[in-house]
């Protein structure tokens, strides 16, 4: 099956400081999404993004689906940037089965 | 977690006894998921549902069943639990009828299997 990879694993920030997150994944998609598990376990969608760049204050995320990767840039971080963040591909092959398969994730912490 | 109910949102059992967890939405989205959360497994697809009386399996579905018998009910049951279904689950919902795909999660329940 499709294989979701995230990079770094880890990663400690200075408040204020900018970083990029990055996911790599085996095959063609359909779907790419990307979430932030806060330290208290709930899950928030931050984007939706199968192709091209968005933003959302000082989050934004670019898929370059041809290269088969997505990165989702922080700047400005903030302590409540804290958590795990995911990327969850749903794959081309089988067709539009709406399964998203999610990568292990990149444990954020910021300091302040 | 606005408009996905799970519950329990904790429960220790033994091994050998059933459990049933339940996700329930308000949302009328087409589409349910149930996941398991361990650590360095990140996310993984238990079962999911693409209608009523409509399921399938995900990448880790043994030792599970599913049933969907109304739009906003979706239930999970561990027939005989075992040590190693100990884990955090999560449902999602995704599908709305405005057509977006955007995978929405409801709280977890925790699960303990002694």
């Known amino acids: 099956g499709i294989q979701v990879e995230q990079s770094p694993p880890d990663l400690i920030l200075q408040e204020g400081a900018n970083s990029t997150l990055r996911c790599n994944f085996s095959?063609?998609?359909?779907?790419l999404q990307w979430f932030h598990q806060n330290p208290w376990g709930q899950l928030i969608n931050l984007f939706y993004?199968?192709?091209g760049t968005k933003q959302n204050g000082r989050l934004s995320a670019t898929t370059v689906a041809t290269e088969r990767y997505s990165l989702l840039y922080i700047s400005s971080s903030q302590t409540t940037d804290s958590g795990v963040y995911f990327c969850?591909?749903?794959?081309?092959?089988?067709?539009?089965?709406?399964?998203?398969?999610f990568g292990t994730g990149t444990l954020l912490a910021v300091q302040p | 977690d606005a408009g996905i109910t799970q519950s329990p949102r904790h429960k220790v059992t033994e091994t050998g006894t059933p459990v049933t967890l339940r996700c329930h939405q308000t949302?009328?989205?087409?589409?349910m998921y149930w996941y398991r959360q361990d650590p360095g497994h990140g996310l993984r697809l238990i079962h999911y549902?693409?209608?009523?009386?409509?399921?399938d399996k995900g990448e880790v579905s043994d030792g599970y069943s599913v049933s969907r018998s109304k739009t906003e009910d979706f239930l999970l049951t561990l027939e005989s639990a075992t040590s190693s279904q100990t884990s955090v689950y999560f449902c999602?919902?995704?599908?709305?009828?405005?057509?977006?795909?955007?995978?929405?999660f409801g709280a977890g329940s925790r699960l303990t299997v002694l």
């Open positions: 999602a919902i995704s599908g709305s009828p405005r057509g977006a795909n955007v995978l929405t």
């Open positions: 095959d063609s998609v359909n779907n």
């Open positions: 993004i199968p192709s």
């Open positions: 969850a591909v749903e794959p081309e092959y089988g067709g539009a089965t709406n399964k998203l398969i």
């Open positions: 949302e009328n989205h087409r589409y």
């Open positions: 549902s693409y209608g009523v009386k409509d399921t």
